[in-house]
């Protein structure tokens, strides 16, 4: 067995020692992003020795501008899946991103993953993974039904190159994040007679949220009783992540 090497880093070293070679001598000049984003408890710098078990490895995903996927995506993905090595540092390249794979599954071409690397354009993949249309506006009711492990894990993760603008639609996500309320309390105290210690809070961290909303269109959310987000509505990964229910999930808002 290898020495354990963090995903992030192991995916950055394949990316520069064995995936950008093959790019430069058989596509040279082709713009190109590359990055570790999405599924997957590297991204977040979660996993250990004991994540090797599925669905990890020396992998990453590589995105081209629309007109040079339409071209050259299949081509790549072909020259990608017999040119790569089939082991790299000691982990094989050759393993199933679907987890309990021991079945056939039916992946469209975007979804393949060629010894690791799997190709998309950039607006293509985050549309895909979110669920979003990301080329116009996102709208409250999108950002409220998009779970938050979604936006984490897409702007999160590493990206190793970026000539197609990747970086650009991870920022349009960034607001989830931010720091929009005055510091709250942090400290424990006891919960009534009970021996238990929990943070005050009695909606003041959902009322300091809604003073600083500016959107008329979230105003008028606010207006009603509060809800919160899907997360809030359900801890069910079948309906919060499935996209056909998104639709659906919008109407509560």
């Not at 020495?3 to 992030?8: K, R």
């Not at 995916?11 to 997957?40: D, M, N």
């Not at 996927?69 to 081509?75: A, G, I, N, T, V």
């Not at 199933?96 to 190709?119: F, M, N, T």
């Amino acid at each position: 067995m290898p020495d354990f090497i963090p995903g992030l880093d192991l995916s950055r070293l394949y990316y520069k020692q064995a995936v950008r070679p093959v790019i430069e001598e058989h596509f040279p000049g082709i713009p190109h992003s590359a990055a570790l984003v999405g599924a997957g408890s590297e991204v977040l710098g979660f996993d250990s020795e004991m994540s090797i078990d599925h669905c990890w490895g020396p992998r990453l995903q590589l995105f081209l501008h629309e007109s040079d996927y339409h071209k050259c995506s299949e081509p790549l993905r072909d020259t990608l899946s017999t040119t790569l090595p089939t082991t790299f540092l000691g982990y094989s390249t050759e393993f199933s991103l679907v987890p309990g794979d021991h079945a056939p599954v039916e992946l469209r071409a975007d979804e393949r993953s060629c010894r690791g690397v799997q190709v998309f354009t950039a607006s293509g993949y985050a549309s895909k993974y979110l669920s979003l249309d990301v080329s116009g506006e996102i709208t409250p009711a999108d950002w409220l039904t998009c779970p938050q492990q979604l936006l984490k894990s897409f702007t999160v993760g590493k990206i190793y190159h970026d000539e197609v603008g990747l970086q650009p639609i991870r920022d349009r996500f960034a607001y989830y994040s931010l720091r929009i309320t005055p510091p709250r309390p942090t400290k424990a105290d006891h919960f009534f007679d009970r021996p238990f210690r929990v943070i005050h809070l009695h909606g003041g961290l959902a009322n300091a949220i809604c003073e600083r909303i500016e959107d008329p269109r979230v105003q008028e959310l606010v207006a009603r009783r509060i809800i919160g987000n899907i997360d809030q509505i359900s801890d069910s990964t079948d309906l919060v992540s499935d996209a056909a229910r998104r639709h659906a999930l919008r109407q509560l808002y």
